[in-house]
């Protein structure tokens, strides 16, 4: 079965404007739908491989830990009784005119920090955490605290950009290459800096990862040959 996501009229229009502030840029949809052709597909693989990674079987709860604009919300709430997405960016309120707009009633909202999660202890079958880990100071905390709030048995899908040389290149060559198409076709450009920029390096993420979690399978997407972006499946370390 086909996983359910979101399309972009799911969004307001607003949403997709090149001058909109830094702080409803973090987790917005336009990655989706406005980016570049490379960039589209990135962010769409990872998708695909994280949906490919989760266990078939019934999920009761699970958690989108940073769900930004939401877009794994649908896919999830297909698969699991009850899903929660949770995040600090204001763009929450476009992700819940989305979710109105599916009717899904099985989804719910919550302002919250990933650092200090609203959950006396373990909560969900499943978590998902992709393109967040990475802008987080203290990755380690983050991973204890997803943790914390899993039951022994869950699974977390962890996913992550590989800083590398060539990921560096690419990054810069889609910022130059956004920049110059807005202004031929006479379009604002972004204000000011991103929000949230990436302060942790894959190396050392991965040091705490294995710390924490046992990692089930680990999938690389590649462009020209060269990995940009890890996802994993883990397991919590019980021992």
Same mark, same amino acid.
């Given at each position: 079965?086909?996983?359910?996501?979101?399309?972009?009229?799911?969004?307001?229009?607003?949403?997709?404007?090149?001058?909109?502030?830094?702080?409803?840029?973090?987790?917005?949809?336009?990655?989706?739908?406005?980016?570049?052709?490379?960039?589209?597909?990135?962010?769409?693989?990872?998708?695909?491989?994280?949906?490919?990674?989760?266990?078939?079987?019934?999920?009761?709860?699970?958690?989108?830990?940073?769900?930004?604009?939401?877009?794994?919300?649908?896919?999830?709430?297909?698969?699991?009784?009850?899903?929660?997405?949770?995040?600090?960016?204001?763009?929450?309120?476009?992700?819940?005119?989305?979710?109105?707009?599916?009717?899904?009633?099985?989804?719910?909202?919550?302002?919250?920090?990933?650092?200090?999660?609203?959950?006396?202890?373990?909560?969900?079958?499943?978590?998902?955490?992709?393109?967040?880990?990475?802008?987080?100071?203290?990755?380690?905390?983050?991973?204890?605290?997803?943790?914390?709030?899993?039951?022994?048995?869950?699974?977390?899908?962890?996913?992550?950009?590989?800083?590398?040389?060539?990921?560096?290149?690419?990054?810069?060559?889609?910022? +130059? &290459?956004? /920049?110059?198409?807005?202004? *031929?076709? $006479?379009? !604002?450009?972004? @204000?000011?800096?991103? #929000? %949230?920029?990436?302060?942790?390096?894959?190396?050392?993420?991965?040091?705490?990862?294995?710390?924490?979690?046992? +990692? &089930?399978? /680990?999938?690389?997407?590649? *462009?020209? $040959?060269? !990995?940009?972006? @890890?996802?994993?499946? #883990? %397991?919590?370390?019980?021992?």
């Amino acid at each position: 079965m086909e996983t359910p996501l979101p399309i972009e009229t799911d969004y307001p229009e607003e949403i997709f404007r090149p001058d909109l502030a830094p702080e409803y840029r973090a987790g917005c949809a336009k990655a989706y739908f406005k980016t570049n052709f490379l960039a589209r597909r990135l962010f769409r693989k990872r998708v695909d491989i994280a949906f490919g990674l989760m266990p078939s079987g019934p999920c009761d709860r699970a958690l989108d830990a940073g769900t930004g604009a939401g877009f794994l919300l649908p896919g999830l709430a297909a698969r699991c009784h009850e899903v929660v997405g949770v995040d600090l960016a204001p763009v929450l309120h476009y992700t819940k005119g989305m979710l109105d707009k599916r009717g899904l009633d099985n989804v719910k909202l919550a302002e919250a920090d990933l650092l200090h999660l609203p959950y006396d202890g373990p909560t969900f079958d499943l978590a998902v955490c992709l393109s967040v880990i990475e802008h987080i100071p203290e990755p380690e905390t983050a991973l204890k605290e997803l943790a914390r709030v899993l039951h022994h048995d869950a699974v977390l899908i962890l996913g992550y950009p590989i800083e590398n040389a060539f990921f560096v290149v690419l990054k810069w060559m889609t910022r +130059i &290459e956004k /920049r110059s198409r807005l202004l *031929i076709q $006479g379009k !604002p450009l972004p @204000r000011g800096k991103a #929000l %949230r920029p990436h302060v942790t390096d894959c190396r050392r993420l991965e040091i705490s990862v294995e710390k924490i979690f046992k +990692i &089930e399978a /680990r999938r690389d997407i590649r *462009i020209a $040959g060269s !990995p940009v972006y @890890r996802i994993l499946k #883990l %397991r919590k370390n019980n021992g």
